[in-house]
């Protein structure tokens, strides 16, 4: 059965740090792309960033630039997101998705629900003092 978790929100002040992982199972990240989206309340869903897990390219929204930062690391088939100096902003739930057999981040491009061949649950990140 395949899953992806998400893990690691909560609560946190503003210029805070939290990390997000993506974990997969009974799939092999490897040859995929894996986006985090966010949804804060009353919003659209926002593409956060991305990653192509084996060339390690990645993208960022210009809003969490020089703060977030993707990492992966096979051996766990995880992806991980790093998110510093945390603004009122980043509350949101934030979502992992994968496309298997992909290359290319959707870089802003609205994708459908349907284009991901797998979303985890989300994980909620609130910023808050």
């Known amino acids: 059965q395949v899953q992806l978790m998400e893990s690691g929100g909560g609560l946190v002040q503003p210029g805070g740090s939290l990390r997000l992982s993506c974990a997969a199972s009974?799939?092999?990240?490897?040859?995929?792309?894996i986006v985090w989206y966010r949804q804060a309340p009353g919003k659209e869903r926002e593409e956060v960033s991305c990653?192509?897990?084996?060339?390690?390219?990645?993208y960022y929204v210009d809003s969490v630039k020089g703060r977030f930062l993707l990492s992966r690391d096979a051996v766990e088939n995880t992806v991980y997101l790093d998110m510093n100096k945390l603004e009122f902003d980043d509350t949101g739930v934030y979502t992992c998705?994968?496309?298997?057999?992909?290359?290319?981040?959707?870089?802003?491009?609205?994708?459908?629900?349907?284009?991901?061949?797998?979303w985890g649950r989300g994980t909620r990140v609130t910023v808050s003092s």
């Open positions: 998705a994968i496309r298997r057999l992909y290359s290319e981040c959707p870089r802003g491009e609205n994708w459908p629900t349907y284009a991901f061949d797998f």
């Open positions: 009974g799939l092999t990240l490897d040859y995929s792309i």
């Open positions: 990653i192509s897990f084996r060339a390690g390219t990645t």
